[in-house]
């Protein structure tokens, strides 16, 4: 890794905190071939102070003698809470949730000499009526919004797998390029082919969003329990 470059700040207002890393490679490479760039950022806000204290304390003390135990090549004890600690734990997580965090990766990217691939995602959480809700319903009350969006690079994925054969030992450029560009079109085909994905220009792009119980799946609407079904079914199909 060559050029790496880290920056982070925070803030905090109230009772409540705020921050951002930001993450970035000029130049990866690997067994002295070149293999591209790469950049992350990821953000945070109301994230409320007091109640992430005490869940980080918790944590920390029922880590500690599995982490000891760990080290010294034991073996690991199971984690266990008193009723105490889980109604804590129970109660600093709604006061977490009540101040309605968000939690972002802003940009994950890794670019080669002939394309670059993109990642970036927002969830909005909030306080659900009860955690004892079933776990789909859960999710539907605690995540108030959710957008993700991949941009999966043809060319960067050709780069990649070229990478990867001259790596393997193949030294034909010939057969180096005839491999990765199959590498890019089985991608392509098995995303396009699935549902899971559509093909804009050279780019294979995945869509999600996600408010007020209705999903958007690449441009489709549906319900939350018709894309939990779709997307094992079409999961299914590509294992």
Known sequence: LKGFEQKDSSETKDNNLAGRVDYKIDEIGYQGKAVGSAAMAVSMKNVDIPAMLVLTKLYQDKMQPVQAAAAAGQPVP????TEAEQALAEANVNQVLAAK??????NLSLKTTRGESKFNLVVDLTKPTSMELPPVELGKQMVSLLDANLTLSK?????VAALQAQVGGVTDPQAIEQQSQMAAEMVSSMAVGTQLATLVGTDVVSKLHYANNEVTFNGQKMTVEQFLSFVMSKAGAVS
Do not use: G, N
């Open 155 to 159: 060319p960067m994925i050709s780069d």
């Open 101 to 106: 965090p968000q939690l972002a990766v802003e």
């Open 78 to 81: 199971e984690l266990q809470m």
